[in-house]
C-alpha cells in the first residue's frame, strides 16, 4: 500500500529519488508512464499488468479508447532503481508532467504518481477550497 506525500530533487542527469517506503513495495524495478492529470503514475510490475490488460481490452472500435491506450502505453517506461534509490525518468515524460529541479511523489494506495510541485499545490488548495462539492459528490458514490 503507498500512502504519503514526499518532495524529492530530480538530478541534471534527470534521475528522480524514490522515497524509501515506495521504493522497498516497487521492488528493484517499476513503471512509469504519463498519468492523465499532467503528471506521472509509477506502477508496480503487477499493477502494471493489470492497467495494461485493462488498456488493451477496451473496445477497439472505440477512437478515444484507442487514444487513450495509445497515449498510456507508448509513454510507458520499466525502469530500475540505482544504489541511491533513484530512477532515470526521460525526458519526454519530465517535459510532460512539468518537471524540472523539483518533485513531489504521492502515494494512491496501488501506485504512485509523481507530481510537479506548483501542480500538485494547486490541486491540494483546490481540493480544499471546493470540499464541500466532493464531500456531496463522495456521498453519490457512496464512499
Do not use: C
Not at 521504493?23 to 492523465?36: N, P, S
Not at 515524460?93 to 518537471?99: F, K, S, T, V
Amino acid at each position: 500500500m503507498f500512502i504519503g506525500e514526499f518532495e524529492h530533487f530530480v538530478d541534471t542527469k534527470g534521475r528522480l529519488a524514490i522515497p524509501y517506503r515506495f521504493r522497498k513495495q516497487l521492488g528493484k524495478g517499476a513503471v512509469i508512464t504519463r498519468g492523465i492529470d499532467l503528471n506521472l503514475v509509477v506502477y508496480p510490475a503487477a499493477e502494471w499488468e493489470n492497467a495494461a490488460r485493462k488498456l488493451i481490452t477496451t473496445p477497439f472500435g472505440d477512437p478515444k479508447a484507442r487514444t487513450f491506450a495509445r497515449f498510456i502505453l507508448s509513454g510507458a517506461l520499466e525502469v530500475e532503481f540505482d544504489r541511491q534509490g533513484r530512477a532515470l525518468v526521460p525526458q519526454f515524460l519530465r517535459e510532460y508532467a512539468g518537471i524540472k529541479g523539483q518533485a513531489v511523489a504521492i502515494g494512491m494506495y496501488n501506485k504512485v504518481e509523481i507530481w510537479e510541485p506548483g501542480r500538485w499545490s494547486k490541486l491540494k488548495k483546490q481540493a480544499t477550497a471546493s470540499r464541500e462539492d466532493l464531500l456531496e459528490h463522495l456521498q453519490q458514490l457512496d464512499f
